[in-house]
């Protein structure tokens, strides 16, 4: 990466992204070939007056190791370190940025499902504090994405270099303008806008309809629609993914009904699915299958109760830079972005009113959905109409042609 590019990547995540200042306390995460970007994300975080960085590498491949090696009686087992970490990150107010890309998109193809989510869910439940933290915007928290040589070629094709994921990423990150951080606020802001439009409309359900989804998604009286920055109970505003292209709210698990096929590949634990189709009655899938990666997809949805229910529904027309790339990101934090989605798990506070307070078992009453994980999976396209319904039964188009209309 040229250094005036790292520079503006480095202003977008710690200015724009999470108002790093004085006195911050900035986790930073990631695999080993991207550190150099996050040793360039700590000296920037420093030059900004920041407490102290903390760097952590995710090792997938020790991962796959301990699936496939530990002894079976230490498959659920796990140091308290990892949940005294959480705990230290939340009581401390750290902020996180993840660096999202892998050094190897196969490292965990082929591994036994059970003892992975057996483990995953032990480090999940230790873990709980900080991800309950930042769901709520009670720390601030982003990810965006930093390209591998590996990822490249997954997206590319043989013989790519990281570099040239980056020259697809510039304009889609808005590195390519003269003020990306301001670029970036300025998108926020019309994000926004739109999440407030939506919440003028009073909706009470949203219906998808186009080949092979016929789905219908209640909303709560207390869902609120959320789009671009965020913010703590403090007032201090982040950006939890860069790029965002999307609405979206938590909606009341109860009423989804329906069918839904997934209309880009999502990689779940590891593994890449493709061409799945849920079937959802009373609120929880019944019924999942897919063309490659079933096996995942059944895993993930046995991780607790939460996993069979959404947490989200996420609302992205094709104006969107990374639709029109016309690439398949392999990452669901760019793909995401680029069509409507839901996300199976856990809600989000802030887009279901008065829940911050609730317990888990009051949310559930309430149809706000409590898991261990959240996983988005991409239901939209240009051949996807998305129709609200409103108090009074109206319908209101939302989408038609892939692009927003109302």
């Not at 790519?160 to 300025?186: C, G, Q, T």
């Not at 998808?208 to 109970?233: C, I, K, N």
């Not at 698990?253 to 593994?271: H, M, Q, Y």
């Not at 609120?283 to 069979?308: F, N, P």
Request: glycine share 10%; net charge negative; hydrophobic share 40%.
């Amino acid at each position: 990466m040229e250094s005036a590019t790292m520079r503006d990547f480095v202003s977008a995540a710690l200015d724009a992204g999470l108002g790093v200042g004085p006195g911050t306390m900035l986790r930073i995460s990631g695999e080993f070939p991207q550190r150099e970007l996050m040793y360039a994300l700590a000296e920037g975080a420093y030059e900004r007056g920041a407490r102290f960085v903390r760097i952590e590498y995710d090792d997938v491949r020790l991962a796959r190791i301990r699936v496939e090696r530990s002894r079976e009686e230490y498959v659920e087992a796990l140091s308290a370190m990892v949940e005294r970490d959480s705990g230290i990150y939340v009581e401390e107010g750290w902020s996180s940025l993840r660096v999202d890309g892998y050094e190897d998109p196969g490292a965990m193809e082929g591994v036994d499902q059970d003892r992975l989510v057996r483990m995953q869910r032990v480090r999940g439940r230790a873990g709980r504090a900080l991800r309950d933290a930042q769901m709520s915007s009670r720390l601030p928290w982003c990810v965006m994405p930093g390209p591998t040589d590996a990822w490249a070629r997954a997206v590319l094709g043989p013989g790519a270099k990281a570099e040239d994921l980056w020259r697809a990423l510039l304009p889609i990150l808005r590195l390519d303008r003269p003020e990306p951080a301001a670029e970036l606020r300025s998108h926020m802001a019309a994000l926004e806008r739109r999440a407030a439009a939506l919440g003028r409309l009073g909706l009470r359900s949203l219906a998808f309809r186009g080949p092979g989804t016929d789905l219908r998604v209640e909303l709560a009286p207390e869902s609120r629609w959320q789009g671009g920055a965020d913010r703590t109970p403090e007032g201090k505003l982040f950006m939890p993914n860069i790029p965002t292209e999307e609405v979206f709210t938590t909606p009341d698990f109860r009423g989804t009904e329906g069918v839904a096929a997934l209309t880009r590949p999502v990689r779940i634990r590891g593994s890449v699915v493709e061409g799945g189709r849920l079937q959802f009655r009373n609120g929880e899938v019944v019924d999942a299958d897919a063309e490659r990666g079933e096996a995942s997809l059944a895993a993930l949805l046995q991780t607790d109760s939460g996993s069979k229910r959404l947490g989200e529904v996420a609302l992205v027309d094709d104006s969107s830079p990374i639709w029109r790339s016309g690439l398949v990101f392999d990452s669901v934090l760019l793909d995401e972005n680029a069509a409507c989605h839901i996300a199976l798990g856990s809600g989000y506070v802030p887009a279901f009113a008065d829940s911050e307070a609730l317990s888990e078992t009051e949310k559930e009453a309430r149809g706000f959905n409590v898991s261990l994980v959240h996983e988005d999976l991409m239901i939209g396209s240009e051949e996807v109409e998305v129709t609200g319904v409103d108090g009074g039964l109206r319908e209101i188009p939302l989408i038609r042609g892939g692009r927003f209309v109302f």
